[in-house]
C-alpha cells in the first residue's frame, strides 16, 4: 500500500498546479484505500510475483477518486472525509474537469500494465459505474423504489468497482477463469455489503468517526434501502411522511428524528444490517472456493467483516 | 461516415433509458464529425483496408461528446449545436454522468479494436484534454493572458484530440512513426486553426449559420485570441474597458458592441483569422510529407480549408 500511495502521488501530477492541488486534497485526505488493496490482495494471494499490480492498485484508486469528484458535484456536497469537498473549494467546474483528468490518467496506468484483458475489466466496471449513478438519479426521491432497483444502482455504483478490483489480481497473476469468477463474486458482495453499511451510516453514524454529515442522504431524499423498507412496511400515514419528506423534500428539524424513530419500529435499520451481514457471508463464502496463499485469503475475509462492522 | 454514424447509435445504447435518450439528444443535433471523419481518412489515405477504422472512429466521436457535455456543465451554456443543451434540459448531474459513460464506452470501443498503441494515444489525448480545460480555467476572465498560454490552452482542449484522430489511421495501418508523426502535426495545426476560427466566430458569426449564441464567450469573459490581442495592443482606456467586461463581468447591453469595434481597430479579429490560416497552412504542410492516397489527401486539405473558412 505503501507502493501504491507513491504511485498515486507520482502520478498525479500535471504541469497545470490545479490538478495536483485539488486531486492531492481528495487523496490526502485518505479514504479506506479498500479497493486498490483488493487488487494488492487478489493479485498475491493468487501467486502473482510480478509488479504491475502496483499501478493497476493506483489506477483502481484513480477510477474511484474521479468518481467521489463528480459524485460531490452532483450531490453539491460540502463534506468528503472529513473535509471541505473539492467542489465547495474550487467549485463545481475545477471537480469535473479534475475527475476527467484522473480517469484519463487511470486509462494511461492501465496502458502502461499492457493487459488488454485488464483494459477490458476496469473499461467495463467504469461503463456500469456511470450507468449505476445515472440510474441512481432516476430513482432518487421516489420511497417507492423497489429493493431490485435498490440493488441494480449499488450494484453498478459501487459493487462494480470492487468486483472489477477483485478480478484483475486473479487474471494478472494467468489464473483460470473460475478464479477470476470467484474474486470477482466476492467483490461484488463486498461491494453490496460496503454500500448498504454506508447508507445505513448515514442514519446511525457518529459524525466525528463518519467524516461526513449525517443525514445527508435523508435532506437529499435519497432512497436508500432503510427508507424504502420503512416505506414498503409503513402504513398509509407513515408512507404520507415518506413521500413528503424524500419525495416533496418538505423537511422541518425533528423530521430526521421522526424518520429514524420510523425506521426502528419497521425493522428498517436491523434488516438492512442483516442484508449487509448475508452479503458479506455471501463474499467469504465465494472465497473460500479459491486455492491461494491462506494468509491473504484470511485478510480478504476481514475486509468483509470489517465492511459490516466499521462506523466510517 | 454511414457506418460510423450506425456504431455510434448502437454503442450509445444502455438499459438505462436516460443514457441514450441524453446522448441521443446531443449525437442526433448533429456537429460536424470532424473528428471521426480524420480518422477515416487517414487510415483510408494509408492504405488501411481493415474495419477497426469505424470503431475507433465512433470512439474519438464518443470522447469529443462526453467533453460537450462536461463543458456545458461547466460553461453554464444553454445552447448547443443549435438546440437546447443536455444540461438545460436534463441538469448538470445527468450531463456529468453521461459524459462519464460516453467516455468509458470509448474505452470499451478501444479494447475491441484491441491494440494497445491506440489506446495510448487516446488516454494521453483524453488526459491532456482535461489538462488544457483546466488550464482554461486558471487563465479565465484575465485579458492579460498572453498568446503561449491561449496556445497551450487550446492546444490541449481541442488540437490534442484532432492530432490524436490523425495520428490512429496511420498506426493502424502499420505505417511507419514519421508518417504518424506528419499526420499527428497536421491533426494537432488543423484543431488550432478549428478552436481560433470557433474563438473568432463568437464575435463575428451570423447566429443563425452558428446554432449557438453570438457573444456567448464575450458574457462569460472568455480570454480568447481577438480579446488578448486587442488587450494587449490597447492603450489605457481600452485596458480598463476590457478588465471591466472581461475580468469583472460587469457588462452593460452596448459593451459587445464597443468590444467588437475596438478589436477592429486594434486588428484583433484580422490577425486571429490570419493566425488560423498560418496554423491551416501548417497542416497541409505536414500533410504534403505524407505519401498516400491522393483523393483522400486532398480531402484532408479540404477540411483544412474549411476549418478556416467556415461559418459555423
Not at 235 to 245: C, I, L, N, S
Request: hydrophobic fraction near 45%; charge should be negative; glycine fraction near 8%.
Amino acid at each position: 500500500m505503501v507502493s501504491v500511495n507513491r504511485e498515486i502521488v507520482a502520478r498525479m501530477h500535471s504541469p497545470v498546479a490545479l490538478i495536483p492541488e485539488l486531486a492531492g486534497h481528495i487523496v490526502a485526505a485518505g479514504g479506506k484505500r479498500l479497493r486498490p488493496l483488493l487488487t494488492l490482495a487478489t493479485a498475491r494471494m493468487c501467486g502473482y510475483t510480478g509488479e504491475h499490480h502496483i499501478g493497476l492498485a493506483a489506477c483502481v484508486e484513480f477510477i474511484h477518486t474521479a468518481t467521489l469528484l463528480h459524485d460531490d458535484v452532483v450531490d453539491e456536497s460540502d463534506l468528503r472525509r472529513g473535509q471541505a469537498s473539492a467542489n465547495a473549494l474550487w467549485g463545481n467546474q475545477a471537480s469535473v474537469l479534475v475527475g476527467d483528468f484522473l480517469f484519463s490518467r487511470s486509462f494511461q496506468l492501465m496502458v502502461d500494465a499492457g493487459s488488454l484483458e485488464v483494459l477490458r475489466i476496469l473499461a467495463n466496471a467504469s461503463a456500469t459505474i456511470a450507468e449505476g449513478e445515472v440510474l441512481q438519479l432516476t430513482t432518487a426521491n421516489d420511497p417507492a423504489t423497489t429493493e431490485a432497483a435498490y440493488f441494480d444502482v449499488i450494484r453498478g455504483k459501487t459493487a462494480a468497482l470492487f468486483a472489477a478490483a477483485s478480478r484483475v489480481g486473479p487474471v494478472i497473476a494467468g489464473r483460470p477463469d473460475t478464479d477470476a469468477d470467484n474474486l470477482e463474486a466476492y467483490g461484488m458482495n463486498l461491494g453490496l455489503a460496503f454500500q448498504i453499511v454506508d447508507d445505513l451510516l448515514d442514519y446511525n453514524a457518529d459524525q466525528g468517526a463518519l467524516g461526513k454529515t449525517v443525514g445527508d442522504d435523508f435532506r437529499e431524499g435519497k432512497a436508500t434501502l432503510p427508507v424504502l423498507l420503512a416505506y414498503a412496511r409503513g402504513d398509509k400515514k407513515e408512507r404520507t411522511f415518506w413521500r413528503r419528506v424524500i419525495e416533496d423534500l418538505d423537511q422541518k428539524d425533528s423530521d430526521l428524528e421522526q424518520a429514524l424513530s420510523l425506521m426502528q419500529a419497521r425493522d428498517a435499520i436491523s434488516d438492512s444490517a442483516k442484508a449487509a451481514t448475508r452479503c458479506a457471508e455471501d463474499a467469504k463464502q465465494a472465497l473460500l472456493a479459491v486455492d491461494g496463499e491462506s494468509e491473504l485469503a484470511e485478510t480478504l475475509a476481514d475486509v468483509a467483516d470489517f465492511c459490516v462492522s466499521r462506523a466510517y
